[in-house]
């Protein structure tokens, strides 16, 4: 079975940057991809950037140019980088692996306020 750490969340002002961690406690083979999700207070999970096994991405359009995703050399870590931030991306972020399994982070907490 997969566990995923998350690190990286935290208070922020609007304009600032945090970087989200999510490393894999097992080797993952370089296979399947991973994937950022976000859940904002009374609204529903969403995902906002997917990166695929030969590095090709994908955002939602509200965090597109802000946002960047990435993985270690080996797969087993994934990050999103986060700049410009807006308070409409405070929410709860979790880091998801689509492999052999469907796994996710515990999440971490992202606030963007003055």
């Known amino acids: 079975q997969v566990h995923l750490v998350e690190s990286g969340g935290g208070l922020v002002q609007p304009g600032g940057s945090l970087r989200l961690s999510c490393v894999a406690d097992?080797?993952?083979?370089?296979?399947g991809d991973w994937a950022w999700h976000r859940q904002a207070p009374d609204k529903q999970r969403e995902r906002v950037?997917?990166?695929?096994?030969?590095?090709?991405?994908t955002y939602i359009g509200s965090v597109k140019g802000r946002f960047t995703i990435s993985t270690d050399d080996n797969r087993n870590a994934v990050y999103l980088q986060m700049d410009n931030l807006k308070p409409d991306d405070t929410g709860v972020y979790y880091c998801?692996?689509?492999?052999?399994?469907?796994?996710w982070g515990q999440g971490t907490q992202v606030t963007v306020s003055l």
């Open positions: 097992t080797d993952l083979r370089r296979i």
């Open positions: 950037a997917l990166i695929g096994p030969d590095g090709t991405a």
């Open positions: 998801n692996w689509i492999g052999a399994m469907n796994t």
